[in-house]
């Protein structure tokens, strides 16, 4: 099959720089060479492929927007960029970028103090360390604010108590970012690999976002120093805010998986040939590809005008909210929407909509889930909360 | 050291082409523009010489429109080159071979370069000329289709391919090399020197710039259309030949109406 070209009916490349498109080619061609040959078989064997972990790093798509030592440096527009490109290939490696990206490298450049920036920013950005993210909890999903894991204080040190689950990246994690409660509120901790009590088991049995770790993290008496302590992260808002990165990059990379599963579906209409002619001949199948490439427009338009309010500082949740809400279930839509042209073959592993579409179904849910967007986007219109 | 590479933009391998009628000029608006494949080898070797040794200079050459900019940005600068000059000369459209030669070896003569790079073709008109042309105008010795390369102090080794085997050439330098696939694998840019490369010098130059006069080019490429298809050929079939020529008759007269 020849090479995925990416999808711009409405020319929005016109609207970007020459930097922004070599970024994009760059990335789409790290994604072709190196990711494709090998994400079924990691889907199937349900691994990450850790051996690129390194040139993710080396090619700056680690952290590619966060200012800080080490770190690339790269403008909003383009850490979308690079997640619609990460998340053609599967949302799995995407996953693992927003992570390392927006909830790792994320904190501790805006809530970090100096030495913990030097300490993990130029490792993380180049790949050598790799962090994951615990704020959700077993009973504490879409209500963060009810988590039962504690920090206690004890000295100069701090006293970790509970656990943490649906973790991306937690059995690969060099450190943690890890959000508990104190008399004080929710503080942020960066629990490192291998101090006592610590520990994290992988979660079996996935249906989806199989080429990606996803674990447990455990903390049983686990004393952590305050200078592992974010001391600019105060309360609930510190996380979200986190988030609030992460689900930018999730709105731009879902349409990177929704064109890929656009392209696969046309191009195989085009090949497929029942009664004698093309699928792509029918009028019903026609009408399926037209509302795939609509609907992936519209979701670019989006993006690209967020990354635009992004670079020029204006990023509030509502518009993130909206945009990930939109974006995921659109991508959702296209990906069984192709399974469904693809027919029988939809349903093998040969085509990747059907990777895709049992991916999205986790981008669905995590980061949000598209009712609670919906009710973010809501009480920001109405200016009625109807969560609390 | 300086090192020089001769570069092209050429139209992406499957960009789709539409002629929009029969002798219509090749509409090329819509094409995307890569670097040529195989000058990818000549960069990558470039750089390879570069960070193996100690104050060498890579410099890409190319003539083109203005668009070649994003090109050499990307798959140049951004991937080690430390300046870029670019010919961009109106009257050089539709130039042949030999005068695009003539055009680099002037800008070439600009500088004094140990090692000129080409790749050994351009995937667009596929003619492989221009390097071995330019080390031919330049008087220097060339090695064609190299898959090895060894540098040595003041001479290099190359492999290169031949039928059936391979071919082993040392060169004293200065030497012109075209390159193969197969001679080493094309790096990627970093995101973040993708925009440093914005800030490497990049020379914009005409033919009067390089003090030469536009050259002549011998060769004319004229565009042919395929002639229009001829109507469908009807036999006429019978049993008896009075019978078929009874009836080439009457189609002759009623539907040909030309008796």
Same mark, same amino acid.
């Given at each position: ?45 349900? !691994? ?25 440096? =790269? ?47 130029? #490792?993380?950005a ?19 604010g ?10 100069d ?24 409660? !104190? ?7 960066l ?8 520990? !994290? ?11 990606? #770790? ?44 929704a064109?890929?599963?656009? #392209? ?28 795939? =490439? ?7 338009? =989006? ?7 992004? #670079? ?9 909210? =909206? ?34 579409m049992v ?9 949000? !889930? ?15 909360p109807?969560?609390? | ?15 789709? &082409?539409?002629?929009a ?22 960069? *990558? ?22 668009t ?27 130039? /042949? ?20 790079l ?7 008109? /596929?003619?492989?000329?221009?390097? &071995? ?6 008087g ?21 391919? &031949? *039928? ?17 696939k ?29 003090? &030469? ?38 189609l002759?007269?009623?539907e040909?109406?030309?008796?």
């Amino acid at each position: 099959m020849a090479d995925y070209k990416g999808v711009d009916f409405y020319r929005f490349s016109r609207n970007l720089s020459d930097e922004e498109r070599s970024v994009r080619d760059t990335v789409r061609q790290f994604v072709e060479n190196r990711f494709m040959p090998q994400v079924r078989q990691h889907f199937k064997a349900g !691994t990450f492929p850790t051996e690129l972990i390194g040139e993710l790093g080396s090619l700056g798509l680690l952290g590619s927007s966060i200012k800080g030592p080490g770190c690339p440096g =790269l403008s909003g527009t383009m850490y979308g960029i690079i997640c619609e490109e990460l998340e053609r290939g599967d949302s799995g490696l995407r996953s693992f970028a927003s992570v390392q990206g927006s909830l790792v490298m994320w904190p501790i450049a805006n809530y970090g103090t100096e030495e913990q920036k030097e300490r993990w920013l130029p #490792d993380l950005a180049a790949g050598k360390k790799v962090g994951c993210f615990g704020l959700t909890e077993a009973n504490h999903g879409s209500d963060p604010g009810g988590m039962e894991t504690r920090a206690a204080r004890d000295g100069d040190d701090w006293i970790i108590n509970g656990s943490k689950l649906w973790i991306t990246n937690a059995n690969l994690a060099d450190v943690a970012m890890v959000w508990a409660r !104190t008399e004080k509120g929710v503080s942020g901790f960066l629990v490192e690999r291998g101090m006592e009590g610590f520990s !994290t088991n992988p979660i079996h049995g996935k249906y989806s976002l199989r080429a990606s #770790d996803t674990g447990e993290l455990v903390f049983d008496d686990v004393r952590v120093p305050d200078s592992n302590r974010l001391p600019d992260a105060i309360g609930l808002k510190a996380p979200l805010n986190c988030l609030n990165q992460a689900r930018y990059g999730i709105a731009w990379g879902v349409v990177g998986a929704a064109a890929d599963c656009y #392209d696969t579906a046309l191009r195989y209409a085009g090949e497929r040939e029942q009664f004698g002619k093309p699928i792509a001949s029918f009028q019903l199948v026609q009408q399926k590809l037209v509302h795939m =490439l609509t609907e992936i427009t519209k979701a670019q338009g =989006l993006c690209l005008q967020m990354g635009r309010l992004k #670079d020029d500082g204006i990023n509030p949740t509502p518009i993130v909210s =909206l945009a990930k809400r939109n974006n995921v279930a659109m991508a959702l839509d296209c990906a069984r929407t192709a399974r469904d042209i693809l027919g029988a073959a939809g349903i093998t592993d040969e085509f990747s909509p059907g990777r895709h579409m049992v991916n999205l179904e986790s981008v669905i849910t995590y980061e949000g !889930t598209h009712d609670v967007h919906t009710l973010i986007v809501g009480a920001d219109i109405t200016g009625i909360p109807a969560f609390r | 050291m300086k090192i020089a590479v001769c570069v092209k933009q050429v139209p992406d391998s499957e960009t789709r &082409i539409n002629l929009a009628a029969p002798a219509a000029e090749l509409d090329q608006s819509g094409f995307t523009r890569v670097l040529n494949p195989y000058d990818a080898y000549a960069v *990558e070797e470039a750089i390879k010489i570069k960070e193996a040794g100690a104050e060498i200079e890579v410099t890409a050459i190319t003539i083109g429109p203005d668009t070649v900019k994003e090109t050499l940005k990307k798959d140049c600068l951004a991937v080690g080159c430390d300046k870029a000059v670019i010919i961009n000369d109106p009257a050089l459209d539709g130039a /042949d071979e030999s005068a695009l030669a003539t055009v680099l070896t002037a800008a070439l003569g600009r500088d004094s370069y140990d090692l000129i790079l080409f790749g050994i073709k351009a995937i667009d008109d /596929d003619s492989g000329q221009i390097g &071995i042309m330019v080390a031919e105008k330049m008087g220097l010795p060339h090695v064609s289709t190299i898959t090895h390369l060894e540098m040595a102090e003041g001479s290099l080794t190359a492999h290169r391919e &031949i *039928e059936g085997g391979k071919e082993v050439v040392t060169a004293s330098l200065p030497a012109v090399l075209t390159c193969q696939k197969g001679l080493n694998e094309p790096r990627l840019p970093s995101l973040p020197n993708i925009m440093k490369a914005g800030m490497k010098p990049m020379e914009t130059l005409t033919c009067a710039d390089l003090g &030469i006069e536009v050259p002549a080019s011998l060769v004319e490429i004229k565009l042919y259309s395929p002639p229009p298809s001829r109507a469908e050929c009807k036999l006429v079939e019978a049993e008896e030949p009075a019978a078929a020529a009874k009836e080439l008759a009457r189609l002759l007269h009623e539907e040909a109406k030309v008796i």
